[in-house]
Nanobody, 120 residues
């Protein structure tokens, strides 16, 4: 019904920048919250940044370095990551709370993840 596909991950040196993108597709009536999460091996998935019509929020560890933005007309989500650190190395996931046109009930959708590697 609703799919999320991330792109933009890769290898970057410490201090560098990357821009992640997430494209939502399918029969979508509307999308409420969209956000970026990350999960390191053996750890729980954690929120990086989230945005909706009412709020934008960031994890303390990325405030001032990461910026989340959204193109509602195209159902796109971005995460601009600046001043990257080796500890930012992990898989980043796109998340959306969307209402499919087929059901009119909100569902939570995850992308497949994109790997970000920051070398020291």
């Amino acid at each position: 019904q609703v799919q999320l596909v991330e792109s933009g991950g890769g290898l970057v040196q410490a201090g560098g920048s990357l821009r992640l993108s997430c494209a939502a597709s399918g029969s979508i009536l509307s999308i409420n919250d969209m956000g970026w999460y990350r999960q390191a091996p053996g750890k729980q998935r954690e929120l990086v940044a989230i945005t909706s019509s009412l709020r934008t929020g960031y994890a303390d560890s990325v405030k001032g370095r990461f910026t989340i933005s959204r193109d509602n007309a195209k159902n796109l989500l971005y995460l601009q990551m600046n001043s990257l650190k080796p500890e930012n190395t992990t898989v980043y996931y796109c998340n959306a709370k969307a209402i499919p046109s087929s059901s009119y009930r909100e569902i939570e959708v995850w992308g497949q993840g994109t790997l970000v590697t920051v070398s020291s």
